[in-house]
């Protein structure tokens, strides 16, 4: 018989040892799956990891990882501090488009005039946009004390309704020949999130996602608010004890995940996607989920994680396109990543033991 | 005593992964003896009685009862061969009745009313004044524990094991118990004891039995032996004793005036118009039955609960209103009762739990920003002066033992020069030799002018090491009354809440 016997300390080598592993058994269960399905496990694997990297048309997918990576890390950063506290902000998706909403607006705003602080603002109320989306859960929670997971995941899906509503309304774009949809940003200079080197993919989102990168790590490994987030995730009552106010904890976790989600959006809406449609979210928000937990809500494993699961993306589109894989298939196999993951991180606390059960 | 023992265990061996619970553990007892099982935490005592019970199998060894093997697979087949237990946890429904809760934990239940008459003549015989009709969730913790003897005294057992049956109970309510057991021992039942209060073991049992590290290591007639030559069998050195030098108390640090609040948790208690002042050098300890105040208390002096104005007073300054690190700025500082999970994180290291409590006083912020090293000095200082075991301060609080952490719970506060320290259990769990240094650690804080209030169930503790002792009851403080010359009768009424009649209240 076997049986799981939890660790005297969290073992610190399997915690780094936990994505790996994940990764690979997702290659090898992904592999059969995608043999199953009739095509080539080797060269499947390969076109989803090699092809975007180091393939013939790496020049053009390489930017790509960058765009599709900036928004996953700048939303999964945020995610992890309130998830290393305990505080469950599901809603990111919501927070994510009233930021590119606001962003949006506050641009078009100003249009067709031309000025240097017109980016600056838009910034800000992306950032605004997204934090005020967040804050309705946190405040309903310190107040009434609401689940934040169902308030904040609620709330995603009335943010689509108004992200539907400015396309067809407020924000549409009266040169639009009555097709919904803003105006585009990348044809407004002034709002225009663009390139900042040319064919590098990196635009001022992938600046904010280091950035917001390097803060929490120096806020988690330095700063007493940082030491508070991870004293309330390890035992809530001693971090009282230790003198942390769980109100304005929660207030700036939430806060902080929502107003990176809004910088996120916006950072999308003025230059990757360009205008404000009615599909312009396309589940950033939640994937940034699974990145934070694949990072294993350190800013350095996020910065990874959200490299990977960009990568997943890409190359699995490439499979879709050139082997003909289905897109349910490359779900599975990314789901699978999140799953295998799970399922190792258990070894950290636990091992496993062969041997006699004990009726005890 | 007869040839032929009751119960008797040979060679008895149980080992978990990394330690021996029991190791070749041997053990007679006769009908009608009442046999102590003394050791430490951790010794192997629970380990014991649960194969006696049926509850754990053993390694290797045997018992054997009446003469004729005995191997209970399950509690039931030990309770059918003449085994109660009476555990230190009580496993009953508060919403239901005395009678409904016996009925529940028997075999074949006779009817309710037939059951009722039952349990008021046990209770009757054996002096264990119990209505059958009763709510068990109206009911103290004493008549809770009545209904669990009874529950086992109507199977009539042969041996009766009793795990720490006290550390619940008021002086008076022991009494009742004690006469009871002398009772059903002079009927035939033999009683398994397992207790670390030596005194009550000196006054009760007819013999003992020592465990260390799960093995035999001696047995005492315990009317014929010193509590302190037990006590020193049972750590295996010999104790020193905390001396205490006199003092006369000065200035008025803590000062609570009608201190009320409502408990944070919805099974708490409240605390109820507490009024009491603590001085410079002074140890007051507070007594009481468990779950009377005492966290709320804590809570209420640590900032963790936050009270009216004008309740909490310290040196003349109100600091009802202020939160846990303002009040550690002033030098109010605090040790919870439940060290992992309050007092300390238990995944963290010992480095972070030191940054815990320590980063206001020690100096280990700036500005916000947290300086580990001096707070991983911190640490290494709290391990080297409070002798705690382990490998460093990069250790997970929860990979020491308990009486190891308590001493880095404790030595943590005490090091950062309290001006009023608040301490609940501080040797609970804790072995006797680290209970001795703890409590000479309090003494000579003490010593240095600091106002301390120890809450403790120990009340030998309590005895040893405070100037004045008062009770908590539903809530409410007693009197502080010096404790040169409080008997154990007056102690007892005083947890009771009978105090009221005999001491006026101001």
Redesign the interface.
């Given at each position: 018989m076997m049986r799981l016997?939890k660790r005297?300390?969290?073992s610190r080598a399997f915690s780094y040892a936990t994505p790996v592993l994940a990764v690979i058994a997702t290659m090898v269960f992904g592999g059969a799956l995608f043999a199953v399905l009739g095509k080539d496990p080797l060269a499947s694997i390969m076109t989803i990891f090699w092809e975007p990297l180091f393939g013939d048309f790496a020049f053009y997918y390489r930017p790509q990882l960058l765009v599709k990576g900036a928004p996953l890390v700048l939303i999964a950063i945020g995610l992890s501090l309130g998830f290393k506290a305990g505080i469950w902000n599901i809603g990111a998706e919501g927070q994510y488009i009233m930021g590119a909403l606001c962003g949006a607006g506050a641009g078009l705003a100003f249009y067709p005039a031309e000025s240097v602080f017109i980016f600056p603002i838009m910034v800000l109320a992306g950032a605004l946009g997204g934090w005020v989306w967040a804050m309705i859960p946190a405040v309903l929670k310190v107040k009434f004390g609401t689940n934040e997971i169902l308030v904040s995941l609620m709330l995603v899906y009335v943010a689509e309704q108004f992200l539907a509503s400015a396309s067809l309304g407020l924000l549409k774009n009266p040169e639009g020949f009555g097709f919904p949809g803003s105006r585009n940003l990348q044809q407004y200079a002034s709002a225009h999130n663009g390139e900042l080197f040319a064919g590098s993919g990196m635009h001022w989102g992938v600046v904010a996602a280091l950035i917001a990168v390097i803060f929490a790590y120096v806020l988690l490994a330095?700063?007493?608010?940082g030491?508070a987030i991870?004293?309330t995730g390890?035992?809530p009552?001693?971090?009282?004890?230790?003198?942390v106010?769980p109100t304005r904890l929660v207030l700036f976790c939430m806060g902080m995940s929502g107003l990176l989600a809004g910088l996120a959006g916006m950072f999308e809406v003025a230059g990757p996607a360009g205008q404000i449609t009615i599909d312009f979210n396309v589940g950033y928000g939640f994937t940034a989920i699974i990145v934070a937990f694949l990072g294993r809500l350190h800013p350095v494993g996020i910065l990874l994680a959200g490299g990977l699961m960009a990568l997943t993306y890409i190359g699995g589109d490439i499979a879709q396109s050139q082997l003909g894989l289905p897109a349910a298939a490359i779900q599975v196999f990314q789901g699978m990543l999140l799953f295998f993951l799970l399922a190792f991180d258990l070894f950290t606390h636990y091992r496993l033991?062969l041997g006699r059960t004990?009726?005890? | 005593m007869t040839d032929t023992p009751l119960l008797a265990l040979s060679g008895l061996t149980k080992a978990y992964?990394g330690v021996v619970a029991n190791d070749d553990v041997s053990l007679r007892i006769a009908p009608g003896e009442v046999h102590a099982l003394l050791g430490e935490n951790g010794a192997g005592k629970s380990t014991l009685v649960?194969m006696i019970y049926g509850?754990?199998?053993p390694d290797s060894g045997t018992m054997q009862m009446h003469g004729t093997s005995f191997a209970p697979q399950e509690p039931r087949a030990a309770r059918a061969a003449g085994v109660g237990m009476v555990f230190q946890h009580f496993s009953l429904f508060d919403a239901l009745s005395v009678a409904e809760n016996i009925a529940l934990g028997m075999e074949n239940a006779p009817r309710l009313r037939a059951l009722s008459k039952q349990i008021r003549d046990v209770s009757e015989a054996y002096g264990l004044p119990l209505a059958p009709d009763r709510i068990v969730g109206d009911l103290s913790a004493g008549e809770r524990q009545r209904v669990e003897i009874i529950r086992c005294l109507l199977q009539d057992p042969k041996l009766l094991i009793m795990d720490e049956p006290t550390s619940v109970l008021t002086p008076q309510e022991v009494e009742i118990l004690f006469k009871t057991l002398r009772k059903l021992s002079a009927e035939g039942t033999a009683i398994l004891y397992i207790s670390h209060k030596l005194e009550e073991i000196r006054s009760l049992c007819d013999s003992a039995t020592i465990l260390r590290l799960g093995k035999v290591v001696g047995h005492c007639t315990p009317s014929e032996t010193t509590a302190r030559d037990m006590a020193e069998m049972m750590v295996g050195s010999t104790l020193k004793t905390p001396t205490r030098a006199g003092k006369t108390p000065g200035a008025v640090k803590l000062d609570l005036r009608g201190l009320s609040a409502a408990s944070p948790s919805s099974f708490g208690m409240p605390l109820r118009d507490i009024t009491v002042q603590v001085r410079a050098g002074e140890i007051l300890g507070i007594g009481g039955v468990a779950g009377n105040g005492q966290d709320e208390l804590l809570s209420a002096l640590?900032?963790?609960l936050l009270t009216a104005a004008g309740m909490v007073g310290f040196e003349g300054q109100d600091v009802g209103q202020l939160?846990?690190?303002a009040r550690?700025h002033l030098g109010i500082l605090?040790a919870?009762e439940?060290r992992?999970?309050?007092?300390?994180?238990?995944?963290?290291s010992l480095t972070?739990n030191a940054?815990?409590?320590g980063?206001v006083r020690e100096k280990l912020?700036r500005r916000?920003?947290?300086n580990?090293p001096a707070a991983k000095r911190f640490a290494e200082r709290i391990i080297a002066d409070f002798d705690v075991r382990t490998p460093g301060p990069g250790?997970?609080a929860?990979?020491l033992s308990g009486g190891n952490l308590q001493k880095f719970v404790i030595g943590r506060e005490v090091l950062q020069r309290p001006q009023v320290l608040v301490v609940n259990q501080p040797t609970w769990g804790v072995d006797a030799s680290a209970a001795a240094s703890i409590r000479q650690a309090l003494l000579d804080l003490a010593e240095n002018g600091t106002a301390m209030i120890v809450i403790s169930q120990d009340l030998d503790e309590l005895m040893e090491i405070s100037d004045r002792f008062a009770a908590l009851n539903e809530g409410r403080l007693s009197e502080p009354r010096p404790v040169q010359g409080l008997t154990v009768d007056e102690i007892g009424l005083m947890m009771g809440g009978a105090n009221g009649m005999e001491v006026a209240h101001v």
């Open positions: 016997e005297p300390q969290a330095r700063h007493r608010l030491f991870r004293v390890e035992a009552r001693a971090a009282r004890f230790s003198g106010n033991r004990e009726v005890a | 992964p649960k509850l754990v199998k640590s900032g963790e939160g846990p690190t550690r605090t919870p439940e992992l999970g309050h007092a300390a994180a238990p995944d963290m972070e940054m815990l409590t980063a912020e916000g920003m947290l580990w250790n997970a929860r990979s």
